[in-house]
């Protein structure tokens, strides 16, 4: 073989691996359109994401102006010894966990219910999703009067059926940790709820026929047909429900002894 004819080859080849003719500048002006987005991203997430990890490593204090020093891993090591931080840690497991697990298991029985031929079931769907269009400064103020102990619906339930004389729900961790769990699995279940129906509307029903045809009852047809169809919608929202919820504790409360959910 010539050295013509090896220069012939390898002359398409390289032609090939440096792609069709106008791709680099199609690749600069991709980037050119995804650049007005992606700043604000690195600016405004990325870039103080990064410098808070860097002030770990320091001595710096909130509010305080003078220079900080480097002290390495000495922040993570007094964490690790901080009681308070453990029950908080601890606090808002049982917060995730128990707001993740029940919502997602009321939300899977709602959906299944409104994919049924229900009379005016138009109408059910549009209250179902009411908890998630209210804004959380109004579903904060609702859910204070139930819970308030002088007048609060809750209390004046247990009044009335001769239950007791009701208590403050919210300054006690034994009763405001599983308040505020109910008002998140209330708040939270409309977005579970219509993420799962989209995943059930799109399972084919010839499906269920099918199955119904071969002798498969309701509880198989769901384990076999309704659940694989779902899966993966079932498990993008729960982990996304369990990231959020893991978010959004902080201490609240009548003291700073109550390090609650809000």
Same mark, same amino acid.
């Given at each position: ?8 080859r390898s002359g398409p080849r390289r032609a090939q691996e440096k792609g ?14 995804? !650049?007005? @987005? #992606?700043?604000?991203? $690195?600016? =405004? ?8 990890? *860097?002030? +770990? ?10 220079s900080t020093q480097w002290i390495g891993t000495l922040n993570f090591q ?26 997602? !298991?009321? @939300? #899977?029985?709602?959906? $299944?219910? =409104? ?8 109408? *059910?769907? +549009? ?54 769990? $109910? ?39 769901f384990r076999t047909v309704t659940w694989p169809a779902i899966k993966p ?30």
């Open positions: 073989m010539t050295s013509a004819s090896v220069k012939g069709p003719p106008g791709a680099a500048a199609r690749d600069r002006a991709a980037w050119f359109l995804v !650049l007005p @987005a #992606l700043l604000p991203i $690195l600016i =405004l997430s990325v870039g103080p994401l990064l410098y808070g990890i *860097a002030l +770990a490593f320091t001595d710096a204090q909130s509010g305080r102006t003078r007094d964490l690790l010894h901080d009681t308070l931080f453990w029950d908080s840690f601890r606090i808002g497991l049982i917060w995730a966990f128990g707001v993740t697990v029940p919502q997602f !298991l009321l @939300a #899977l029985g709602l959906a $299944l219910l =409104l994919n049924q031929k229900l009379r005016m079931r138009w109408l *059910a769907r +549009a209250l179902a999703i009411i908890p998630w269009a209210m804004p959380e400064v109004v579903v904060g103020i609702m859910w204070r009067l139930v819970y308030n102990p002088d007048a609060g619906i809750l209390n004046e339930t247990i009044r009335d059926l001769g239950l007791g004389d009701g208590r403050d729900w919210l300054t006690g961790l034994a009763t405001a940790l599983p308040a505020v769990i $109910l008002v998140g699995i209330w708040a939270g279940m409309p977005q579970t709820t219509v993420a799962l129906l989209a995943g059930l509307q799109n399972t084919p029903h010839e499906l269920h026929e099918a199955a119904a045809l071969d002798g498969a009852g309701a509880w198989r047809r919608i079932a498990l993008a929202i729960t982990a996304l429900n369990f990231i959020w919820k893991s978010m959004t504790w902080r201490p609240v409360g009548p003291s700073p002894a109550y390090p609650l959910i809000h």
